[in-house]
């Protein structure tokens, strides 16, 4: 065990429009950094400058990659995207790093994605049957090959006609011609900000990415939005009404940084409302709540301020477990989890704890933190979830096990309570969460908990026959 | 801005004596990524199997060294060291990582250091006198020289003498024939815990070493203390005695982790006291106490519970910031400090806040800081700092700039409060940091705050007169 | 001066047919090895194991490339292609390594290309016209769209219907279903033999690549042929026909290796010839006959033995002057060549000598070879090249400089002659060439020397706007 | 088979005296590749500029570890010297890499040797037993100590008494004050040959050195010669007299560079002698003369201008083959060979050859050979050698492998011909070898071929105990 218990995040893009920006290249790099907690696997960045395009993406962390000599091959622009990516075994390779950059009739594009297209095979059954060919794995080439196929129709009709065709989550930025274009799927599942930066614009999967580069929050793409960034400044249009609004739960519970604001709302004071909504509902006796570092943090403060139980540390992360980590002898299995964790046992020696966490996906990690809260000394564990159980899998862009690897989905509060060996175990409820977020249920994705998917979802697997060693 | 505004550790050492050990290097490595917040810039292990000695040793962070191929080299082992290291530039180079392995007429010896001589350059100065060369410029090759050139007298005697001979503040661990050797400096500046492995033992900086490898905490190694380790057991003998204690002060405010224990007290737990003392004799009216993290979080909350402000977070750090960075442009160099630390404005909007930071050294990143909570919206910001100001260089280890440089040398706390725009500021006093620790101040160095060094300390730099690119 | 002045091939291509081989990568591997001359910037591989297609291609040299861990994970295999790559800056990047991989309707197809088309940017905006995206700036691309757009019509079909529309010099080998595809250009100008290994085939531009992998020679692929090469054995077919056979000359004068057939005729034999074509039609009455190593050995031995003037070594190349070498100071420059090519002194001093290089482009190094020689002592320096003046661009896969750098192209060979400061200087004729050849000289291509182009060639340069840093 | 089967030289070095040279480290590095064909394992260089010593080092060759970075940071420059090794593996890691840099009484010194010490391990446990700690396992860290124990002699008379206690081989170059000294074994085993450069001065391995920088050759140093090189020009001095003269053998017979002159002698003019030599005793009826390229060539050349028959290319040389290369399957290991050479079949197809190699040492590759000719249709091959058998061990800084791998030691000519499957075999004799180099036989060593070695040769093997993974 060296990953927490945690789903996973596929992707943060992010698109400036600034002209004759010396430190172009600079600012994108700030903000993928801004970015970096969703999606460590790659990194990319194209750029446009006096109507040609540079590029350049890398596996690895945006510090790695984007070295003094790598930005100075890409300095000065007028227009910039840039993108960080997590994926899933398999399909980890640079090809499919993003951004996609193509030639195509009208020119060249670059396209950054955050999200998953559910009828991405479909399309790509069909492009192909019209004689195209595929090199990546990723949906963006699917949507590359739409805007080419569409072109003659103009730019803003070829994307209108293209996001027609796409069903899933999407949050794209995008270069094209002398343009900046921002998308947000219909359902606005994926999100997508925009800023202001000088008298130019900064689109950004969140609000952090545009603290960093000194931009100031304009307002969130909405859903089925798409934004024409140019000289004559922002064209708003509206390729898709009247969907449902669906915005990631998950994203409130674990996957954006806690100073990101994302429709409306603070993740930070969500997570902490939760805490509260928690205690409200989960009350238990104790001398202390303590988190699971880092994500469990705020739910912890809100659980501590709801309940009067004074807030502590008990479990200390190590801030120098990287990405990698040789894989333990059988003999050290059981002390790896330490590496990630550890317990500060003077400080709840004899205690009745009360931890939170923010969500368990396997159940892997759960026990073991009980074992050693209680191998240190603690009177009592009560394990608080601040998200509901997890029992579904997501379509929309978030990498999760399958069903039967979610402890969730096949076993019962009270069989998980005894498998972490907690003294008591409680989740926050699906209303409790809604609530937590202050967004109107109706407009918020809850299908990793409550399977109630936004739209149909696809049953096969991805048909990719050729693979990069 | 990149680093924040803290003094820097020199180094951490480990050691493990465990005949026949198939997860030797594992379990050295294990404890090195515990001990790594002690020093990013290197690291080693030497590694004894059936009286061979091997070793390996890089630039980097433990875990991109000691890849599974280099550990398969190491692969098996009855006596092991390891040693993390940060260092000054100009010396940083892979020479200068440690443990040191060098042959002399006993066989074969390696040695890991954490501290720093005060007359190595006087020492240095005699060998060469006496014939010797020198490769490094550390420390380690002064004493490596001493014990050799002692060698007829028998490797206890031989160590006794040249501990008897050097000046200052080590920790070592050692390998020589069958023994594992550990010394502590007579006034036990530097830290050095002994801890029990099955039937083995375990030498390390910090009881989070012991930790992360199963070891059973057994006592702090005494100053002026030397414990040799063998099939025959442990042997503690005291090379000196009646030397001045004088354990760190600085481990307990900044260096050490919190979950350590360090001469009977758990660093958590006095920097929690450091927040209570500081809130008695510092107080101030407020809506919420906000910790610099990660180092002022214990503080913050010891400052919250003793004043019954609410603890609350207001500055969020972003994981992923690595040890290098780009150089950002003038245009980008003001945000920079967002790429670490970013403001949580919603939690803080309107408030007015009490602000803890462990210690302020040349005073740079506090100003920032302050300047974006307002700019956030804070009604009023209170820098309270749960060490006395840094006033004096230290000589032990611990990597200071120069005193003009050391702002609480040259500036009064109130024009320190101008400049870093608070509306108040205050230190804990000395008094108040040592009631924290919960050890005698007599057996403290606070020599960083009030200048009174437990031995007198050297006014020349470092002779080395050749330099490796 | 690093670089002799030598024109510079485009690839080398190999195709291996032997089912359930486990060493079907290493076999790859020598191949390429083999034919490292033809390209040192990037290598790949295709292999289909199982009906699954797995590659790897990258920067670099075959033997820095194909590393343990690489071969590891394409062990094994069906099919399997691989290609070594030369290129101009700028499109020099990984995305332009092949083979290319794709996806299409039919399954994945790898594809290895040596040669040019003269008609891409046609074809590309054509099939961008259709809809089409490029991802590259190699004309591998444009085939494997072909390819894809002709696909109901059956793989022979559809390969014969895309093999009509591209025009200019082509060796391909293809992995498309359960097939190897070897097709040669209806010109024939780039070279592709076909070998027999056990029960299985080998394709690949020269026969060196048969010799290393134990294949023995079949025959060459025919100018305008297809051979499908499956279970079922050999099918060959005819694509074009009654098209002017013209073979490239520039093989013969200088890219393929000694040890190598081709259309007929040895290399190292037709240089011999070359040689003593060049000592019958410019005779001198000299000392020594040396050659510029190594390419201008076999011509200085034929020019020997011709002229009955004994052969020496004047000239003495350094084996390890790598690719990269740092740019010297201007006091070095003069001096680099000296880097690659040192001279004989001892064994030329006081003589007069017969100086043989294989060929002449810009007349850059000439000069200074003659000069160190005459420093050295030389009394006089006859230069004779084995091939014609340089005096055309070559459109079918040779890096040719532009005319006004080709010296043949811009002076007479008085004025060479001046310039390199010889005492005379004497190129072969271009019928002498076609003699030494053996081969018709209506079968040939001499376009580089004569202009005479096997067709039109195009005017304007690739249009691609993005670039990879 | 990857290596051809040659003894491996172990160390070139190079001395460069130049006050304010802005090109040191560039004519450095000019110099080392000119040598590397001396150590292809790890190459290094250290600079005195301003009285200040930087260096670097690395494993690799010498253009891929002197990159323009690398450059930059050593630029300028009064006095210089660089080494390329070759190294036995176990004792291949950078730690071993020269020039040795250290720090003594006097100052820094810097050290590049090649050769070997034959009472290394003497002097070595002398020095322990005089408190002497070693860091590697290379004889330059003997002299260093001893030099540095010498100290107080001043600097001429510290290096005489050091060089008093050590015997073996060694060509030395020292940086030491201001002064560039170099020093060659009073056998005069290694070579060492001094240029002059502008004002300035070089010493180097061999005169290829001198010419890559523009330097011109002025003599050997002689057997016992030190020279110190400084502002008041060259003072040679002779630390040892009337001991034999024993230049290397086998520096003629393979390691030097063909356009190098040794002694007196051009090496390559020495080679063609010896197949002079061969011709006239050991002559055959044949068709042509072939060499095994490249070591073979001179001698070949010069075979056949003796027999009148004509030299011809027999078999080709892949310029591709790096250093390493995967390990070939066992189905793959038989065609490795061709990997490195390949038969030029058209050139001795149904000839009777004489086939020239320099040397045989274990006799692993000249049956593989032979095999190839006739399998590729050779009438008869009758192998000639230009050295006679090598029997026996060297102690003087060759890498032999141990007597009974050596085929010359432990089987008859007749029995190697029939290993070989030659149809007849021959060597030089001792005596025309001798007479090939055209120095008397007294002066040189050929102990490797008679066992009559210059001095007393040790028994045991070196002591390390400890080892770099």
Do not use: W
């Not at 343009?179 to 930066?197: A, E, F, Q, S, Y």
């Not at 859903?223 to 390729?239: L, T």
């Not at 699906?430 to 937590?436: F, K, M, R």
């Amino acid at each position: 065990m060296f990953e927490l218990d945690k789903l996973k995040d596929e992707c943060g893009v992010i698109g400036i429009y600034s002209p004759k920006d010396e430190s172009m290249a600079q600012k994108l790099c700030f903000g993928l950094v801004a970015l970096q907690h969703r999606g460590q696997e790659s990194a990319g960045m194209a750029i446009l400058k006096d109507n040609k395009m540079k590029y350049y993406k890398e596996m690895g962390l945006v510090q790695e990659i984007f070295t003094k000599e790598v930005l100075h091959r890409l300095e000065g622009g007028d227009i910039g995207i840039g993108h960080v990516r997590y994926s899933t075994t398999g399909e980890s390779y640079v090809a499919n790093a993003q951004p996609l950059v193509v030639n195509y009739k009208g020119g060249s594009i670059a396209l950054a994605h955050n999200g998953n297209l559910v009828n991405a095979n479909t399309l790509r059954d069909e492009l192909e049957e019209q004689g195209s060919i595929f090199q990546t794995s990723i949906d963006s080439e699917v949507i590359a090959n739409l805007i080419a196929r569409n072109y003659s129709l103009g730019l803003k009709e070829a994307i209108v006609k293209s996001m027609e065709r796409i069903r899933g989550a999407y949050a794209l930025t995008i270069i094209c011609g002398d343009n900046l274009i921002g998308v947000r799927d219909p359902n606005g599942i994926r999100p997508l900000v925009m800023g202001k930066l000088g008298d130019g614009y900064v689109l950004a999967s969140e609000t952090v990415a545009l603290d960093v580069i000194g931009a100031t929050f304009v307002r969130d793409i909405a859903p089925g939005e798409m934004v024409i960034i140019n000289k004559d400044g922002v064209d708003s249009s509206f390729f898709s009404t009247g969907q449902k609004c669906a915005h990631c739960t998950f994203e409130y519970v674990y996957f954006a940084r806690p100073d990101s604001d994302m429709d409306g709302s603070n993740i930070y004071m969500t997570r902490r409302n939760a805490g509260r909504i928690l205690a409200k509902n989960h009350p238990v006796d104790a001398d202390m709540v303590i988190a699971v570092p880092d994500s469990g943090i705020a739910a912890a403060i809100g659980y501590a301020e709801e309940s009067g139980i004074p807030y502590g540390v008990g479990l200390i992360k190590n801030k120098y477990m990287g990405r990698t980590f040789i894989q333990p002898d059988q003999s050290m299995r059981e002390l790896a989890v330490r590496l990630k964790l550890n317990v500060l046992k003077e400080n709840i020696e004899g205690k009745r704890l009360i931890l939170i966490d923010d969500s368990i996906v396997r159940g892997t990690t759960s026990g073991r933190i009980v074992k050693m809260l209680k191998d240190a000394g603690a009177a009592e564990v009560h394990l608080r979830v601040s998200s509901p159980p997890v029992k579904h899998s997501c379509y929309f862009g978030i990498d999760t096990p399958s069903r039967k690897q979610l402890v969730g989905a096949v076993k019962s509060i009270d069989e998980i309570c005894e498998m972490v060996g907690a003294d008591s175990l409680a989740y926050i409820s699906i209303e409790g969460l809604i609530e937590s977020i202050q967004i109107p249920g109706e407009k918020l994705c809850t299908a990793c908990f409550s399977g109630d998917y936004p739209m149909a979802v696809p049953k096969s697997a991805n048909k990719f026959v050729f693979e990069k060693c």
